[in-house]
């Protein structure tokens, strides 16, 4: 699957493989899949670093209020406190 996912990529064969694609999710839960995985990691990421730079630009509270209340660690609300002043 990995191989073909780079090749698909090189050779620009994206609507193949999703045609592809639709016809293995009958044999195995999309859940499971390495790329769903990560794109919702990634998802829950942005939507994290959404509310913590909601609650920076519109409130006076502290990193570490912030923090709890966000459900993430000091270091994100600074690492996201940072990349807003730059």
């Not at 769903?36 to 990421?45: K, S």
């Amino acid at each position: 699957m990995s191989q073909l996912r780079i090749l698909a990529q090189i050779r620009n064969l994206q609507p193949l493989i999703d045609e592809v694609m639709e016809h293995l999710l009958k044999h195995f839960k999309e859940e499971n899949d390495i790329l769903y995985i990560r794109g919702r990691r990634h998802e829950a990421e942005a939507q994290k670093r959404q509310v913590v730079t909601n609650l920076l630009t519109q409130t006076d509270l502290d990193v570490k209020t912030i923090a709890r209340i966000a459900e993430v660690t000091q270091k994100f609300v600074r690492d996201v406190k940072s990349s807003l002043s730059n």
